[in-house]
């Protein structure tokens, strides 16, 4: 089970990283034909560990692959909901900063600024060894300009 699952993360970070190619031949070259295309084949096979192998160790990888490719599709409440999934189910994981962070970036897309604040400023005062607090640190201070807080900038 763990290894099937952990190929199905392969195969999605495979598509991931195919291009998306304007022209009749793309899949003959292992390329997608359009970025919707693409996304609902990422998705798809996310959403396939999701659902067929709870309990694995490919599970939190799962989250945030999905959550990340909802987040360049546009659907940023699908995002949200999913880094939120894995905040909630993984809170020791060594990746949870960013999806603290991811979960910020998805709140800001759709002009929840006070919570998107709310995951930065603890990005900034409880992982400063994570790998994203210097974004958080410039991501808050962006917040903070939209919320025209600047005594906090």
């Known amino acids: 089970t763990e290894i099937k699952a952990e190929e199905l993360l392969s ?32 998705i798809g096979t996310y959403n396939e560990v999701l659902q067929g192998y709870r309990g694995t160790k490919a599970l939190a990888l799962a989250y945030l692959g999905i ?10 409440k699908e995002s949200y909901e999913n880094f939120n999934i894995f905040v909630e189910k993984f809170p020791k994981n060594n990746m949870l900063a960013a999806a603290i962070s991811g979960r910020a970036y998805a709140s800001f897309q759709m ?28 991501e808050l201070a962006g917040c903070y300009l939209k919320m025209k807080e600047k005594e906090n900038r």
């Not at 990340?68 to 546009?74: E, L, R, V």
């Open 67 to 76: 959550a990340n490719a909802y987040y360049g599709s546009g659907q940023y």
């Open 111 to 138: 002009k929840k600024f006070n919570e998107a604040a709310v995951d930065w400023k603890k990005i900034t005062d409880e992982y400063k060894d994570s790998l994203v607090y210097y974004d958080a640190k410039l």
């Open 11 to 42: 195969m999605a970070n495979y598509y991931v990283n195919r291009p998306v190619v304007d022209s009749e031949e793309a899949t003959m070259y292992g390329a997608f034909s359009t970025t919707e295309e693409k996304n609902k084949k990422v």
